[in-house]
């Protein structure tokens, strides 16, 4: 079991920055991959970024690429995402997400993670 909990969304002008922070529970940490995830009103949550137990991968949704960056410390089980270049189509509700790992058919699915936060609001004006 893990909690998790995010801070650092808030209102950014386009082109702007914002590190997101996911805090988390637990002294299993290390063992979970971790994920961002993001949400707004009427559409689906979808896959941002997620990092393996020990920070040897990275994975990119292709409209973050070059321009958030995820990154772990399992010694203070936090996760960030450091978001640069953002756009007004980044703006959604982002929630940092874990699950075990292991082979998934769908592996950056939202379903295949078992443990949310509340989420954090990004808002990017233009």
């Known amino acids: 079991q893990v909690q998790l909990v995010e801070s650092g969304g808030g209102l950014v002008q386009a082109g702007g920055s914002l590190r997101l922070s996911c805090a988390a529970s637990g002294r299993t940490f290390s063992t979970y991959v971790m994920g961002w995830f993001r949400q707004t009103p009427g559409k689906e949550r979808e896959f941002v970024s997620a990092i393996g137990r020990s920070s040897d991968s990275t994975y990119y949704a292709t409209s973050v690429k070059g321009r958030f960056t995820i990154s772990r410390d399992n010694a203070k089980n936090t996760v960030h995402l450091q978001m640069n270049s953002l756009k007004p189509e980044d703006t959604a509700v982002y929630y940092c997400?874990?699950?075990?790992?292991?082979?998934?058919?769908?592996?950056?699915?939202?379903?295949?993670?078992?443990?949310w936060g509340q989420g954090t609001q990004v808002t990017v004006s233009s």
């Open positions: 997400a874990a699950r075990p790992s292991g082979y998934y058919s769908r592996p950056y699915a939202p379903s295949s993670f078992d443990y």
